[in-house]
């Protein structure tokens, strides 16, 4: 009896000191950075039309900067081509992919002009170093002496710890992706996005890590890439009618009767979007 007691006193000790050891983690993690990304993909990648996208995923581009390391993928698009959608895509086959693989690495951002405040060069830097450690079974050492070095004086760490800490995480993995939409709205005050990027190629040159990059057509960006793998992202004829066909439901009754015109309908639209991704879009019908 006296055994069966202490062990059940041992087992509520055990879990209740896990529940503290993963508050503990939680709270280092979010003094890394508040910011969380996942939401913004779970919506996005909530907005993909079964099917579309593949494209990306199928191509000979894509295929190699997957299974190759030290890669840097660039993918320009107009403004409306669906960069965020495709980028969304990305990340969702890559989590799927490597799911139960703790040796690789995944880390992503989407940059937006709006929040500004909270996308200077540390703190995206900050987010991939988030991201890439919580993926560990156990926070790395790097990162709670990092937050035992600033606790007490409750200061934050300067460019250069979290660069640093950042590399000696991103060295716990066999493989590292970094996937970054939208880099043309990341800031270019006090030289952001030049940093950024050097700290990314940087990050790639000493650890193998494949970057994912996606911007509009911004020579100062694109040249950055010239010596890079490009594929430029359009909303392919195939996206737009599996969209088109998604969303067929929701045009009048006359139009659902004829299967002529649905095709003219769909037709009409793949030639007016220009490679434009039809998003939320349900064109005017009239009889």
Known sequence: MYSYVSSAAEEHIDQVKQRQDDKD?????????????????TDYIGRRQAGTGQ???????????????QQTLFCPGIPGAGKTIITAIAIDDLNTRFRNDPSIGIAYLYCNFRRRNEQKV????????????QKRSSLPGSVETLYDHHKDERTRPSFNEISSTLQSVAAMYSKVFIIVDALDECQTLDGCRTRFL??????????GANLFMTSRFIPEITEKFQ?????EIRASTED???YLDGHISGLPGFVLRSVELQEEIKTGIVKAVGGM???????PVSR
């Open 227 to 231: 010596e890079n793998t490009s594929l």
């Open 122 to 133: 540390e703190d995206l830097l900050a987010s991939l170093l988030k991201q890439l450690s």
């Open 55 to 69: 494209w990306l995923l199928d191509s000979g581009e894509f295929q190699k900067w997957l299974k190759t390391n």
């Open 25 to 41: 983690r939680r709270d280092i993690l979010d003094w890394v950075t508040p910011v969380d990304y996942s939401p913004q993909q």
């Open 277 to 283: 991704y039809v998003d939320s879009y349900v064109p």
């Open 240 to 242: 737009v009618r599996k």
């Open 198 to 207: 050097s700290e990314l190629f940087n990050l790639q040159a000493k650890h």
